[in-house]
């Protein structure tokens, strides 16, 4: 699986990924840090690429496009600070994998993960 993290997500996450084997890139290392959200996704939806952000616009354009991909995990955290969200994915990310490789949003809080299938249907 490969991760895109978004500008909100430390360096530090991108290195906690790169330990577990995972490919992972932030979006300053392409040269996308002021990117739109909208060509964030469509770069990881070309790639098969999870995105990680704590940006709801993200839930709000797979919403608009009824896409199945890709993925998003969104972190609404009252500690953001990296050595939370690796811990909340150390422990989480065994039991969230199949979601985000068959095509998920995940909500991240702190006491309590949500996760939708894609794509996301108006109700």
């Not at 699986?1 to 290195?15: A, N, Q, V, Y």
């Amino acid at each position: 699986m490969k991760f895109l993290l978004d500008m909100p997500l430390s360096p530090k996450t991108t290195i906690f990924f790169k330990d577990l084997r995972y490919e992972a890139i932030r979006v300053n290392e392409l040269g996308m840090a002021k990117s739109k959200d909208k060509e964030l996704f469509d770069y990881a939806s070309e790639r098969d690429m999870v995105i990680l952000s704590a940006d709801l616009d993200f839930g709000n354009i797979l919403a608009y496009t009824q896409s199945n991909k890709p993925s998003v995990v969104i972190f609404r955290l009252q500690d953001p600070s990296p050595e939370h969200v690796n811990s909340l994915l150390s422990s989480n990310l065994p039991r969230i994998n199949e979601d985000l490789m068959i095509g998920s949003i995940v909500i991240i809080e702190d006491f309590e993960i949500r996760v939708r299938k894609l794509p996301i249907i108006g109700e």
